[in-house]
């Protein structure tokens, strides 16, 4: 019985191994796919029982041999021909405002350009003001927390020294309890939105809306380029604004051919070909540079497209500009000169601001004498805008109060000691 199993086991290896394997061709589905590739080899496989089994193949894109990679246009003119197209639109709006503030009113240009600032900064100003506002006293609230997290740190790095075994003297026990206070003190901040760069948050969203308003002015005036137009037309245009100031007679103008003396000369923008920017800027407005500014000025400046004479102007700016940085404590000024060394509880947002203090201070000093040459317009502009924001810091200061700081205890007042239950016996029975 064993032996004829193993006769039968034989016979059947025997005609498998007598099997033919054949290698047929793909086919015409399977060619079409691999069409780009090598062509791939189907293996048939006969048994038996006359039945073809094919090795399955699986569906290819047609993609080409060579591998080609992906390539993003990674230009940036798009995005500054948009940019330049914004700031177009946007500098034609404070015009458009200015001029309509000018011919509702049908004040002079002296009394309009204050108006102009004034509209602006109750759009901006004011309701930023209002919110730094509240984020302060909202602050001030949190300063017996932030007192109350410097003691504790100081007894959480105690109890854990004395758990280490090694208890931190000196400067090591410092640095470890300002670590812990700056770090419970982000803790605080984010959860009741005081974070540090609310302070200066809203003054940066302030700053693109006054720079549109002084930009539109400077056009109007026939004032050199600023920071916008060398930015869009290229550093040349100035140069090429002023000759055609000096052959039309009026800064910042380009003479038009057929202007007579009855016809207002209009100003346009000088494109250099330099900047490639011709295709996009040709297709934008020009500006009207207004001549009534020359006759509608006041006091010693009667022309406004030009310098003040007498260089007041300039100077009276920089004061204004100083008395918005400068602070009204005597221990603030003294940290302002470095005269006093700044506490060790302060944060980095503290000590960052006390450093942007100080570089406004310069840059409010040095700003009369650098703009000395601008046109009286823009000083104008200027002057009453800083003197705005003076203004509207002081009346929501006033209208609104910071809440009253709780102090720390300072133990000098005379401790109050109650009785003890025991001394408290009745008159009579003292007697």
């Given at each position: 019985?064993?032996?004829s199993?193993m006769?039968?086991?034989?016979?059947?290896?025997?005609?498998?191994a007598?099997?033919?394997?054949?290698?047929?061709?793909?086919?015409?589905?399977?060619?079409?796919c691999?069409?780009?590739?090598?062509?791939?080899?189907?293996?048939t496989?006969?048994?038996?029982?006359?039945?073809?089994?094919?090795?399955?193949?699986?569906p290819h894109?047609?993609?080409?041999?060579?591998?080609?990679?992906h390539?993003r246009?990674?230009?940036?003119?798009?995005?500054?021909?948009?940019?330049?197209?914004?700031?177009?639109?946007?500098?034609?709006?404070?015009?458009?405002?200015?001029?309509t503030?000018?011919?509702?009113?049908?004040?002079?240009?002296?009394?309009?350009?204050?108006?102009?600032?004034?509209?602006?900064?109750l759009?901006?100003?004011?309701?930023?003001t209002?919110?730094s506002?509240?984020?302060?006293?909202?602050?001030?609230?949190?300063?017996?927390l932030g007192?109350a997290?410097?003691?504790r740190?100081?007894?959480?790095?105690?109890?854990?020294?004395?758990?280490?075994?090694?208890?931190?003297?000196?400067?090591?026990?410092?640095?470890?309890?300002?670590?812990?206070?700056?770090r419970?003190g982000k803790?605080?901040?984010r959860?009741?939105?005081?974070?540090?760069w609310?302070?200066?948050?809203p003054a940066?969203?302030?700053?693109?809306?006054?720079?549109?308003?002084?930009?539109g002015l400077?056009?109007?005036?026939?004032?050199p380029?600023?920071?916008?137009?060398?930015?869009?037309?290229?550093p040349?245009?100035?140069k090429a604004?002023?000759?055609?100031?000096?052959?039309?007679?009026?800064?910042g103008?380009?003479?038009?051919?057929?202007?007579?003396?009855?016809?207002?000369?209009?100003?346009?923008?000088?494109?250099s070909?330099?900047?490639?920017?011709e295709?996009?800027?040709?297709?934008?407005?020009?500006y009207v540079?207004?001549?009534?500014?020359?006759?509608?000025?006041?006091?010693?400046f009667?022309?406004?497209?030009?310098?003040d004479?007498?260089?007041?102007l300039?100077?009276?700016?920089?004061?204004m500009?100083?008395?918005?940085?400068?602070?009204?404590?005597?221990?603030?000024?003294?940290?302002?000169?470095?005269?006093e060394?700044?506490?060790?509880?302060?944060?980095g947002n503290?000590?960052?601001?006390?450093?942007?203090?100080?570089?406004?201070?310069?840059v409010?000093?040095?700003?009369?004498?650098l703009?000395?040459?601008?046109?009286a317009?823009?000083?104008?502009?200027?002057?009453?805008?800083?003197?705005?924001?003076?203004?509207?810091?002081?009346?929501?200061?006033?209208?609104?109060p910071?809440?009253?700081?709780?102090?720390?205890?300072?133990?000098?007042?005379?401790?109050l000691?109650?009785?003890?239950r025991?001394?408290?016996?009745?008159?009579d029975?003292k007697r």
């Amino acid at each position: 019985m064993a032996a004829s199993i193993m006769r039968a086991v034989a016979q059947l290896r025997v005609g498998h191994a007598r099997l033919p394997l054949q290698i047929s061709t793909p086919s015409p589905i399977s060619r079409r796919c691999y069409s780009s590739f090598l062509r791939p080899l189907t293996l048939t496989y006969n048994n038996n029982t006359g039945t073809t089994t094919k090795r399955p193949t699986l569906p290819h894109r047609n993609l080409p041999f060579q591998h080609q990679p992906h390539h993003r246009p990674f230009s940036l003119q798009p995005l500054i021909d948009t940019a330049t197209t914004a700031s177009h639109t946007l500098l034609s709006a404070s015009q458009t405002l200015l001029t309509t503030i000018h011919s509702t009113t049908g004040t002079p240009w002296y009394v309009s350009i204050p108006l102009f600032a004034l509209t602006l900064g109750l759009l901006t100003r004011v309701p930023t003001t209002i919110y730094s506002r509240r984020v302060l006293a909202r602050r001030v609230r949190l300063f017996p927390l932030g007192m109350a997290s410097v003691a504790r740190a100081h007894a959480d790095v105690a109890a854990a020294a004395r758990g280490g075994g090694s208890r931190p003297r000196g400067a090591q026990l410092q640095e470890m309890v300002k670590v812990a206070v700056q770090r419970e003190g982000k803790l605080r901040a984010r959860r009741w939105e005081v974070q540090g760069w609310k302070d200066w948050a809203p003054a940066l969203m302030v700053f693109p809306v006054w720079v549109v308003g002084i930009e539109g002015l400077r056009r109007m005036c026939g004032g050199p380029k600023g920071v916008l137009g060398a930015l869009i037309y290229g550093p040349d245009a100035g140069k090429a604004v002023g000759e055609g100031a000096a052959a039309g007679g009026v800064a910042g103008q380009v003479p038009v051919p057929g202007a007579t003396a009855t016809a207002p000369v209009v100003g346009v923008d000088v494109v250099s070909p330099a900047t490639g920017q011709e295709g996009i800027l040709g297709a934008l407005p020009t500006y009207v540079a207004e001549p009534s500014m020359a006759t509608e000025g006041c006091l010693w400046f009667p022309d406004l497209t030009v310098a003040d004479p007498l260089h007041v102007l300039p100077f009276v700016l920089s004061a204004m500009l100083l008395l918005n940085v400068v602070p009204r404590t005597q221990m603030a000024w003294r940290q302002l000169l470095g005269l006093e060394t700044p506490p060790e509880t302060w944060t980095g947002n503290t000590k960052w601001r006390l450093r942007m203090q100080r570089a406004l201070f310069v840059v409010a000093l040095a700003i009369g004498p650098l703009t000395i040459n601008l046109p009286a317009a823009l000083h104008l502009y200027w002057i009453t805008s800083a003197t705005l924001t003076k203004l509207y810091t002081t009346v929501i200061s006033k209208l609104m109060p910071l809440p009253q700081n709780v102090r720390p205890a300072t133990r000098e007042g005379m401790p109050l000691v109650m009785p003890t239950r025991d001394d408290k016996t009745k008159p009579d029975e003292k007697r």
